[in-house]
């Protein structure tokens, strides 16, 4: 790969984000339900994988898998926060920040969200890489990415229908959810998610040593993994559920890993 393919794939990734989210902005503005930001996100970041890897020329087997993989993850996650995203009418995490802006709520959102097509730009890019690597990838690496892939959708897709479950139980109102997955983590459909962005380094890293563009691709576990443990992800969250459920969810804090799964210390409790 040149570094001009290089400087238009990255050009191409960013354009796109930043039009993406400003859609975004444009429907939060609509219906002043954020719920639906994470959706457009979702959809859209799938799309700029897909599109990525269906022009890739020259076009390779790996070039395929990763058209496949951001249809099948965009398609899963972007579905499931769409469901949610129809009983709510916002997202607690972005209430809290229109809130605090106040009367500049609007301008508020849109740069909050240029930002977020900012911060994206790694895990868009990350599917380029991969798609458009030069030359066949190994079988070994291909498997490794596949096994990677279908685990993390599998553990998310477990774990969000988990959770519902729970929820939907008359019988757990008011409940925190340590059951299954949750009782590994406190955050399992996060960690699956993080998983998933191993897979796209795997297929774009040459380990042969020829073409070292590839190894830009791990910036997408990076930032996925600062941005679920240390930015938007857990901490809002958690700042919520204390406010929620108070000394339950201290509880299960003490008892659970708050992000990679571990067996738990103790029972949580309600």
């Known amino acids: ?21 400003a859609v975004a902005w444009l429907v939060w503005r609509a219906t002043r339900n954020s719920g639906w930001v994470d959706t457009i996100w979702t959809f859209g970041l799938g799309l700029v994988g897909f599109a990525g890897a269906v022009t890739a020329r020259p076009m390779h087997l790996h070039s395929v898998l990763v058209a496949a993989m951001a249809a099948i993850w965009a398609l899963r996650l972007g579905s499931h926060i769409a469901r949610r995203t129809r009983g709510i009418t916002d997202d607690p995490r972005y209430a809290k920040l229109i809130r605090d802006w106040g009367a500049h709520a609007s301008s508020g959102m849109f740069w909050l969200l240029q930002k977020q ?4 730009i790694p ?3 990350a599917m380029w890489l991969a798609a458009n690597a030069p030359g066949p990838v190994p079988p070994l690496q291909t498997a490794i990415a596949i096994l990677i892939f279908v685990v993390a959708v599998a553990g998310e897709g477990i774990a969000d229908e988990q959770l519902r479950r729970f929820r939907h139980d008359a019988a757990n109102k008011g409940k925190i959810c340590d059951v299954g997955l ?7 459909n996060y960690f699956f998610e993080w998983l998933g962005w191993l897979a796209y380094p795997v297929l774009a890293i040459d380990l042969g040593g020829h073409d070292p563009w590839g190894y830009v691709a791990l910036a997408a576990p990076l930032c996925m993994y600062w941005l679920l443990v240390y930015v938007s992800g857990i901490p809002p969250l958690e700042e919520h559920m204390l406010a929620a459920r108070g000394d339950a969810f201290r509880r299960y804090q003490m008892s659970t890993n708050v992000f990679f799964p571990w067996p738990p210390k103790t029972k949580a409790g309600g």
């Open 1 to 21: 790969m040149t570094a001009s393919t290089f400087i238009l794939g990255l050009a191409c990734v960013s354009a796109a984000l930043s039009v993406i989210m």
């Open 117 to 120: 097509a900012i911060v994206s």
């Open 123 to 125: 895990l868009g890019f």
């Open 182 to 188: 949750w009782s590994w983590s406190r955050h399992p």
